[in-house]
DNA sequence: AGCAGAACTTGTCAGTGGCAAGTTAGAATG
DNA sequence: CATTCTAACTTGCCACTGACAAGTTCTGCT
């Protein structure tokens, strides 16, 4: 028996395979018939789960928002501050490198998508309720928006830095406890 | 008189197109062959400058990289501090985006390449001069290498995040602006 | 003058994304 | 159970791309 003619978890798999490339090699060498060689299905069976390339993407992104608004609520829904969710935006970066490459990357997605607009709203609100806990703790009367801007910043751009190789290898292989130290200041009463 | 078999200044002209390209449409969008068009010369005339893809990818992140560090030794050279220098370095991720798009990209890149080597250790020590800065302002026994740590962070991640559109609208259209407010907590006492 | 090498061209190949048209399987309906 | 409808997939094709090989034209140096 040879395989049968409906793959039955086409979608699903060329998703992994996907985020397993880009791990590997990055979003732009990403082949959609290379997906398909290793998914055992004809070069032309991507494109009707995902439109084009673009739609592939784009669903994975979807995917990415959505786990990062898990690992959001994950953290809050265990009592952690404000520097829990930003070393949990870190965890999700180095654990979902693909997903995160793609999800700030306007030009290789679909804008229009509703899917990736409501996982992308789902993420914002959870980034939304952390940056709330952090209002409640520290009251000086910073503005509560810049706050969170500001948080974050620090965290994206240092998943982005850690992810590119670019930070100081001095820093230690773990990306969690080197975060915590990073961002730290930034909450930090002096 | 047509076009000369040489084209004179064809390196430079590639790398200007090839920035204009991708500030439009992205790196992974980038063809070879269209900049040659645009150039008026043979779809191979650029193998011969840069190799291949990354060879051009990597000569116009090395460009970056200088430009970059030419961006903070400027705010330093006018007595600016940390905040200038952070400020700095959004001016330039903005004004220039497709470098900037590309010089954290190690994946398009040839990271052997000795001019990026180069550029990059230039730029780093400017970084570093500038969070000297901070070192002297602000003695309050902050490990030096964390805080220079954490504002690269901010500053990279808040430049990434404008740049991918992520930012909410009401932060206004003067990213300089914004980036000072959102930078700003960071480094005030409070 | 002549020559070495740099700058560029022409030709070609395998690989890619996307489209159109066909085929198969499975699910719903009678 | 037979029919039909549609989703899931295939085959075939085209234009385009990056890379390489081999040839041509120009420039600078001696």
Redesign the pocket.
Same mark, same amino acid.
């Given at each position: 028996m040879t !395989?049968?003619?409906?793959?039955?978890?086409?979608?699903r798999t060329l998703l992994a395979a996907a985020a397993e490339a880009i791990t590997e090699h990055g979003p732009a060498a990403? $082949?959609? !018939?290379?997906?398909? !060689?290793r998914a055992?299905? $004809?070069?032309?069976?991507?494109?009707?789960?995902f439109?084009?390339?673009?739609?592939?993407l784009t669903a994975l992104a979807a995917e990415g928002f959505t786990l990062l608004a898990d690992e959001l609520d994950r953290t809050r829904a265990t009592g952690g501050g404000v520097l829990d969710a930003g070393v949990g935006y870190v965890r999700f970066a180095v654990a979902h490198r693909a997903h995160f490459a793609v999800m700030f990357q306007p030009e290789l997605l679909n804008r229009t998508d509703p899917e990736l607009a409501a996982a992308e709203s789902r993420a914002s609100a959870a980034l939304g309720a952390a940056v709330a806990t952090l209002r409640d703790a520290d009251r000086r009367g910073a503005d509560a928006r810049i706050a969170g801007l500001s948080a974050w910043s620090i965290v994206h751009g240092f998943a982005t830095l850690w992810l590119s190789g670019a930070l100081p290898g001095d820093l230690g292989d773990d990306p969690e406890e080197a975060a915590r130290q990073v961002i730290r200041p930034l909450f930090a009463a002096r």
């Open positions: !395989r049968p003619y409906h793959h039955g978890d086409l979608r990403l $082949s959609l !018939r290379d997906l398909a !060689r055992g299905v $004809s070069h032309a069976a991507p494109a009707h789960h439109g084009d390339k673009a739609g592939l």
